[in-house]
């Protein structure tokens, strides 16, 4: 090409070059890929989400202490986090198609195979397998859509956040009901790994390469990033990474002992401990708006102001002995601000902390931060009951953790993301 061909190549709006390299897709194409790809977490969430209320059967057939079924309900976190770095490593160096068709047929048997073990060692294992499969194809989706929607990155994650959220609300009802109907625990779980399977094999065919490869640099051409800092673990990913950690630890445990707490404290019944848990993945679906808001203002502030919401309402939560109407309330916003408005965000800022070609590795991070602890939150919690009882533990974890966050957060610089005004 020559020196003018260049500069008229670079003369072109960035928009417009987004635009140039997107007309190879339909809008039917994108539409298609992009469903198939929120159905796959729909079922990844699933998966997750299906062991928990089986689990009173599950320990009756082997005979599990209560902390071994505990821990085998959360361990899969494990295997996700572990997957988080070199899901990262893998997406910066092979088509995201090949980790995120690979990673949903790895989380799928582990699911299926689940049911086929014989004891706690090899339970754990597939467990660990399915949560490592999961953590891939986290990986690999934020990076391949946050590459695709670099523009409306926080709305697209959004989007993907009500996919799971309606994983986490359906996965218990469908679960408890097949095992009803076949008498057996082992029915979801075959159900749910042969629809990974499906799934993974219509995403082979219909998910179009131009939605999963596509390249941030291409669509902002015009920009340079020699403002940003060169790698990819810098002080903005370092900062995220900490809030990131210490939002998963505050999150996971409330959510891993919310029902317990509202059964065994303030005596519910399991039906409205039910409801309750039902309006927190309710509130996860505002993760939509969440996700639009990051898009359009500074994204660190409006992280801040979300920690300092979950705060604000574990107190309530914990303090005020609210009546079952209130404490839906309060279960709702509980969901709305922690999934619906810091997960989206965190995973999209830590993306746009790095240069677009490193985006891979800033997905892998934030699946290793958040979730890399969030295995053992229930147990930490389940400590700080022991010890302080639940009014003390609930604001030790649930409203001075995220404020640690706040802390974290104060170090972001977001003049320096990639998509700020220069």
């Known amino acids: ?209 131009g939605l999963t490869e596509h390249s941030v640099e291409k669509a902002v051409s015009t920009r340079t990033y020699e403002y940003m800092p060169a790698s990819a673990y810098n002080r903005n990913t370092i900062a995220l990474a900490v809030h990131s950690v210490v939002s998963g630890v505050a999150i996971y445990g409330f959510l891993g002992l919310y029902p317990t707490y509202l059964i065994t404290s303030l005596h519910y019944t399991a039906e409205q401990a039910a409801l309750a848990m039902s309006l927190l993945g309710f509130g996860g679906m505002t993760a939509v708006f969440g996700g639009w808001l990051g898009d359009r203002v500074n994204q660190r502030n409006l992280l801040i102001g979300s920690l300092l919401a979950v705060s604000a309402i574990a107190v309530c939560i914990y303090e005020t002995h609210a009546g079952v109407g209130a404490q839906c309330g309060f279960a709702f916003l509980m969901g709305a601000f922690g999934l619906g408005f810091i997960y989206p965000n965190s995973n999209s800022a830590m993306q746009r902390a790095v240069r677009p070609e490193q985006i891979g590795r800033a997905s892998g991070l934030f699946v290793t931060s958040y979730y890399g602890t969030a295995a053992f939150s229930g147990l930490l919690f389940a400590a700080l009951v022991d010890s302080f009882g639940w009014s003390r533990a609930g604001l030790l974890q649930v409203t001075f953790l995220p404020l640690v966050g706040v802390v974290a957060l104060l170090f972001v610089r977001p003049s320096l993301f990639n998509n700020a005004d220069r």
């Open 1 to 209: 090409m020559t020196h003018a061909a260049q500069v008229d190549a670079h003369a072109v709006p960035a928009d417009d070059i987004e635009e140039s390299n997107r007309t190879t897709l339909s809008k039917g194409m994108i539409g298609v890929g992009f469903l198939l790809v929120v159905l796959s977490y729909m079922v990844n969430a699933m998966d997750r989400q299906v062991f928990p209320p089986l689990l009173p059967d599950i320990r009756q057939d082997y005979g599990f202490s209560l902390e071994q079924g505990g821990l085998l309900a959360t361990n899969f976190t494990l295997g996700m986090a572990l997957a988080g770095l070199p899901a990262g490593y893998l997406l910066d160096r092979f088509r995201r198609k090949t980790v995120l068709l690979v990673s949903i047929v790895i989380y799928s048997l582990g699911t299926m195979a689940t049911p086929l073990a014989v004891g706690f060692v090899d339970m754990t294992v597939y467990r660990v397998v399915s949560g490592f499969g999961e953590g891939m194809q986290s990986a690999a989706i934020f990076a391949a859509l946050g590459a695709f929607f670099a523009h409306r990155r926080g709305l697209a994650f959004g989007i993907i956040g009500v996919g799971y959220s309606v994983g986490v609300f359906i996965a218990p009802l469908i679960g408890v009901r097949l095992m009803s109907l076949h008498g057996t625990w082992h029915a979801p779980f075959y159900l749910f790994g042969t629809a990974g399977l499906l799934i993974a094999a219509a995403s082979l065919f219909l998910v179009k390469a």
